[in-house]
């Protein structure tokens, strides 16, 4: 079972701080990227994978979706989300996506963002993902860049590195895959780290054909206004991914 | 056009001395992985680009390859290759892979291995393999790992990060693509830093489709025998591309 820490008081009061929680999907600077890889969503039936306060749900309704199903494993966030709709198109699901059980050619597009380095079965969901797509359908997701979640202190270091003063990301155990335990908002918050590599096996043995991957930095346009996401440049945080259903 | 170091008489010097070069194949300690990505090569047209000493263009003939053309932009390196072998089977060119023209439809297998990163004009090279090869031709390639080509002092450092005496590689720049020099057998070497996801595009545009991409390390058997490889665990120095013409 995933580690339901949205739940935990203390992190949920911390994530209602993130721009992301306040402004919704334009707080979030790589959404622009992510929206990119999207197909239109007008007639659609989608699914959001780990739908955290429903942002997505309700763009996605907006955007003419003809239903929307939210997934999450918080019930803080769902009773948010639920909260913030009347739209009939729109239904929320409490559910453990590293237990999830999904019905055969029901959605056209599955969505997920930064909630899959959380799942210690991604393989499973993988395929409960693909078995729910038409073929042809796409799935399009953001997780945490394995260059983030590798290392054993993950947080820049200034100092003599090469006879000059730099900042930089202390870049460990990269191979070494599994869990990562960090305090982010609450003590104990635990991800699973995985290479990029790792990622693209699962999504092909799943029967993805992945279209695009964005290791995730901002524009320049981006730093000029928010000047602390400069450092994204030296380590990416998110990476993004667009794949489709091809068998 | 790509830099020759490799006739470069120090850098050249240099390079002989290593276990790749004194060992052929069995002195790389990817190949093992590398060459399970190929498909079997008897009766198979194959090219290397890059071939260096030609340790692998004479493996592809012991393993029945119909023909092998290897090609490389070094004298020096394909005097020795030329030396090495009477196989009329091998055949070796000397050329810059950054402006190389390819016939269409006359190889069945493309192998490179750890030369794609010094090439600014990948895009090209990309497309000129793509129409040399068969549909369903394969292309196996290594390069340098972004994360290794990335830094702007590329080397390991030890000290004090997050409390804790590390050994860390210091990451930074890594979204920031485009030449990177260092100093390895001669001052000025220069190599392409690219992102995975470029690779990806890269690759995809060309019209290949991505069989597996690994991201390197050394099995426990092999850091058993040569200890100082477990700090690839950390930071991966080679990235592996099956790829198969799809279009």
Redesign the interface.
Known sequence: MAQNIYDDEGFFAGYATLPRSVEGLDGAPEWPTLRAMLPPLAGRRVVDLGCGYGWFCRWAASEGAASVLGIDLSARMLEKATAHTDDARITYRRADLDQLALDGDVFDVAYSSLTVHYLVHLDALLTQVHRSLVPGGHFVFSAEHP?YTA???P?F?T??????V???????????EGPRVTNWFADGVVKQHR???TY??LL?DAGF???????W?PTDEQVAVVPEWSV?????MFMLVHAVRSD
Do not use: F, K, N
């Open positions: 260059v290392p054993s202190a947080q270091v100092g003599d590195v090469g006879g000059t730099r900042r930089v990301w202390p870049l460990d155990g990269y191979l070494r290479t990029i590599g693209l096996r092909r054909t992945v279209r695009d991957l964005c290791e930095g994204e440049q030296d380590r990416p």
